[in-house]
Antibody
Framework: QVQLQESGPGLVKPSETLSLTCTVS????????WSWIRQAPGKRLEWIGY???????NYNPSLKNRVTISIDSSKNQFSLRLTSVTAADTATYYC???????????WGQGTLVTVSS | DVVMTQSPLSLPVTLGQPASISCRSS???????????LNWFQQRPGQSPRRLIY???TWDSGVPDRFSGSGSGTDFTLKISRVEAEDVGVYYC?????????FGQGTKLEIK
């Protein structure tokens, strides 16, 4: 069974960079698309972007200038960097594997990131 | 962006009774390949979302057959034939046709 686990700081200061890593176990990162999703308090779920195992990416235009998703197949990990964060970036961040129907077939447990000084 | 609108947002249901959630999109979800990329997720309290249904009506493995999905174009429905206690949670529809893919606001199902 494929499992995903997010890791990274739970508190980030305004204007700094949010960095999270997702570790995939129980299966290979190869051959799939991998995504980052977030949910701010009281808001709907939001796709941040996704990356193919070979490195191609697609980002939500609302975040495009601030977001980078990268992948390290040797470690079975992919990562999220979000620069110049504000309080509006406070959210639970999930990593997930993208299925054949642009769905999200496996999810991590989520990690709460708070942006505050 | 495609706006996904769910109704109702709150759904109190008696155990054993049916439940239905509507999801409407601001644009047709039929992709140029003829497929419709509409998915449903369940988020139980304290858990991350779980895929229930993909491609409008295909169950994920392990999903009870009391769940069913239907619809086309811009109008979709998730039905539960007989609600059980384990069905409590928030249900989301999500479109995977137009980037950025977008979610509905969520429908909170509770037991009456």
């Amino acid at each position: 069974q494929v499992q995903l686990q997010e890791s990274g700081p739970g508190l980030v200061k305004p204007s700094e960079t949010l960095s999270l890593t997702c570790t995939v176990s129980g299966g290979s990162i190869s051959g799939y698309y991998w995504s980052w999703i977030r949910q701010a308090p009281g808001k709907r779920l939001e796709w941040i972007g996704y990356i193919y195992y070979s490195g191609g990416t697609n980002y939500n235009p609302s975040l495009k200038n601030r977001v980078t998703i990268s992948i390290d197949s040797s470690k079975n990990q992919f990562s999220l960097r979000l620069t110049s964060v504000t309080a509006a970036d406070t959210a639970t961040y999930y990593c997930a594997r993208v299925g054949d129907w642009n769905d999200l077939e496996y999810w991590g447990q989520g990690t709460l990131v708070t942006v505050s000084s | 962006d495609v706006v996904m609108t769910q109704s109702p947002l709150s759904l109190p249901v008696t155990l054993g009774q049916p439940a239905s959630i509507s999801c409407r999109s601001s644009q047709s979800l039929v992709y140029s390949d003829g497929n419709t990329y509409l998915n449903w997720f369940q988020q139980r309290p304290g858990q991350s979302p779980r895929r229930l249904i993909y491609k409008v009506s295909t169950w994920d493995s392990g999903v009870p057959d009391r769940f069913s999905g239907s619809g086309s174009g811009t109008d979709f429905t998730l039905k539960i034939s007989r609600v059980e206690a384990e069905d409590v949670g928030v249900y989301y529809c999500m479109q995977g046709t137009h980037w950025p893919y977008t979610f509905g606001q969520g429908t909170k199902l509770e037991i009456k």
